[in-house]
C-alpha cells in the first residue's frame, strides 16, 4: 500500500472515530436523516473508514454541531479565520463548491469511472 492511501485510509479511520465520539447515542440513521445523506452512503463509508468527501464532510460536521476540523483532528478550532464564512459555504451551490475548495486549499480527487467519490486534503 502506498504512503498516500495509508494517510488517506489514516484520515478515514480518524474521521470516523471522530464522528464517532461526536454522536454520543445519535445513530447513523438519524445522522442520514439529519444530513440528508443516503444511509447506505453513510454506513459503508463508516464501516470502511472510508473518508468522504468535502461536501459531505461538511454536511455530516453540521448534522453533529461541530466542525469539519473537529472530525479530522480531533481538535475543536479555538480561532477559526473561516468560521465566520460557514454558513456561507454550507449553502453554496455545488458547482460553486469547487472554487470554494481552491479558496480554502483543498485539492479534489476526481471521480473514478467505478464511481467512487472521495476527497482529498491536500
Known sequence: M????????????????????????????????????????????????????ADHAFIIAKALNTTCEYLLTGKEPEDNPFREYLPFIEQCPPDRLESVRILLGMSIEKKSAAGSSGTKVG
Open 2 to 53: 502506498s504512503t498516500k492511501n495509508s494517510d488517506r485510509d489514516h484520515l478515514g479511520y480518524t474521521f470516523w472515530c471522530n464522528v464517532d465520539r461526536k454522536r454520543g447515542d445519535t445513530s447513523l440513521a438519524e445522522i442520514s436523516r439529519t444530513s440528508g445523506l443516503r444511509y447506505q452512503l453513510v454506513k459503508t463509508q463508516r464501516s470502511d473508514n472510508t473518508l468522504p468527501r
